[in-house]
């Protein structure tokens, strides 16, 4: 893999403007980088630092004594963190970090991350290194006295990667050679086979792979069921995944939590929402409560909700009777606004996103798209506003955009500071904690006794020419200002 090195390091890496460094692939193959990636003791902070001395660096050997000297100073965890990170991004760095990590004391070999990095060479035009790589990583396994088991799970792996790099003929080959090898024993590795069927889009052999793991005594859960069902969702196969869905109850899968949650998701997957209004009834009457991704994955398939949220018009909606009715209004979808109204029966999710003691009530949006983050935080103000007594202190957590697609881009604080600052809200930007919004009990109170509604319609405004466009713009850049200035001005306040 040495050439590879060579060339990577010698490679000029993407600019932040061309979309290249920063922006994660929004992908199912490379979920097990993001496991990995997540709260592995790589603090962004470090790897933008990381990032940074690796564009000053001009030549390949100065960029691996960059990258040499951050594995040898890092943790096993950070380092095997911002590796992949710099897999996600497909970063020209990560051959080269790649094989520093594998030079430390501490290396334990990775299928996930072996064939992640095989991908990306043979993408990248290194076919032999990546053969290389593969033939290698294969004969250790065998000689460490690895089971069987251990081979196929890196085939799978190998599956995922390549696949999601576009590269579908190496992704079959490598599933041929996963059924030419021993027959599969193990339900891990069948789990991991149909995600990587699905991922290639190949419904029917992952509902094949399904039957079979059955038939040899691994009893199918309802991800796997939800696995196949979506698969087949996505490709417009409505029929099919009726089916599958349905075989869930023959197979003796009890209609829980996570199964009902597992099969809202699948028609969330084809955006049907005549489907998913009947299923959210049907899972209030047995009184399951939607989870937090349920809540998500329902919101990010309404596109007005969507849009409303991405664009923040003037007209933006500020509390959950107005949203219910302009959806009515001006949704093309006629079950959306239904939908979001059944979502909104339940407070389970806002339920476990609020924190209540006796000196602070807390709105934590981690996990949460911005979608359903301005939906929660309409909710959240309803609920608010029906209390009779607050907490010493009132905040919202919106993080600091270290999970944000584009790293270091905190979209769900820009959208809670904008959707709070149109509502009059005091709740500002805390000075010890860039990712929280906070104000005290008193001026939450006065705020929340106050009225306030969205602005009209623009069809239904004065169109005078004198003062058309002037306001708005006055009152987004009082907004503006008011964001910016009130942390120094509280500071202030705290020195007098």
């Known amino acids: ?25 929004v992908n199912v193959a490379v979920a097990s980088l993001r496991r990995a990636a997540a709260g592995g003791g790589s603090s962004w902070r470090s790897e933008r630092r990381l990032m940074s001395e690796l564009e000053r660096t001009v030549t390949p050997g100065a960029a691996e004594r960059v990258i040499r000297s951050y594995v040898a100073s890092k943790s096993e965890r950070a380092a095997l963190a911002a590796l992949s990170r710099l897999l996600m991004d497909s970063d020209p760095f990560a051959i080269p970090f790649y094989e520093a990590v594998t030079q430390a004391r501490w290396f334990k070999w990775s299928s996930i991350h072996a064939a992640a990095v095989a991908a990306l060479l043979e993408s990248n035009g290194s076919a032999e290194e990546s053969r290389s790589l593969i033939s290698d990583s294969i004969s250790r396994l065998h000689s460490t006295s690895s089971s069987s088991e251990e081979v196929s799970l890196f085939y799978c792996d190998l599956m ?23 027959p599969l024993s193990g339900k891990k590795t069948y789990t991991a086979m149909i995600k990587s069927l699905c991922l290639m889009s190949l419904a029917g052999e992952a509902e094949a792979a399904l039957r079979e793991m059955a038939s040899r005594g691994h ?15 996505k490709a417009g196969s409505m029929a099919e995944m009726e089916r599958v869905i349905s075989s869930m109850s023959d197979a003796g899968i009890r209609l829980g939590t996570g199964a009902a949650n597992i099969v809202l998701s699948c028609y969330t997957s084809c955006r049907d929402h005549s489907r998913m209004l009947a299923w959210l009834r049907r899972m209030r009457k047995l009184r399951i409560a939607p989870t937090t991704k349920a809540f998500n994955f329902v919101l990010n398939s309404c596109p007005t909700v969507a849009s409303m949220a991405q664009e923040l018009g003037e007209s933006l909606p500020l509390s959950t009777a107005e949203l219910v009715k302009k959806l009515r209004s001006a949704s093309p979808w006629p079950a959306e606004a239904e939908l979001v109204q059944e979502l909104l029966t339940s407070s389970s999710v806002l339920d476990k996103a609020m924190d209540w003691s006796e000196s602070e009530v807390k709105l934590n949006l981690h996990g949460f798209s911005t979608i359903a983050a301005y939906v929660l935080i309409l909710q959240w103000v309803d609920a608010m506003k029906a209390r009779r007594a607050l907490p010493l202190e009132v905040s919202v957590v919106c993080g600091i955009g270290k999970h944000s697609d584009v790293r270091g881009e905190p979209k769900v604080r820009e959208l809670a500071q904008e959707v709070l600052s149109r509502m009059g809200s005091p709740l500002r930007l805390s000075m ?31 169109q005078s020419p ?16 008011g964001q910016v200035l009130s942390p120094f001005l509280q500071f202030s306040k705290g020195k007098a």
């Open 432 to 462: 010890r904690n860039k990712g929280r919004l906070v104000a005290k009990r008193d001026r939450v109170k006065q705020w929340l006794a106050t009225d306030w509604s969205s602005p009209v319609d623009e069809e239904s405004t004065d």
């Open 1 to 25: 893999m040495a050439v590879a090195v060579a060339a990577s390091l010698s490679t000029p890496a993407p600019s932040p403007a061309a979309g290249g460094r920063g922006r994660r692939r």
């Open 466 to 481: 004198n003062g058309d466009n002037q306001q708005p713009f006055l009152l987004t850049l009082m907004r503006k200002l």
């Open 160 to 182: 995922a990667a390549f696949s999601s790099r576009g590269m579908r003929d190496r992704a079959m080959d490598f599933y041929s050679q996963l059924r030419a090898s021993p």
């Open 219 to 233: 009893q199918p859960e309802a991800f796997q069921f939800g696995l196949v069902a979506k698969c087949y969702g």
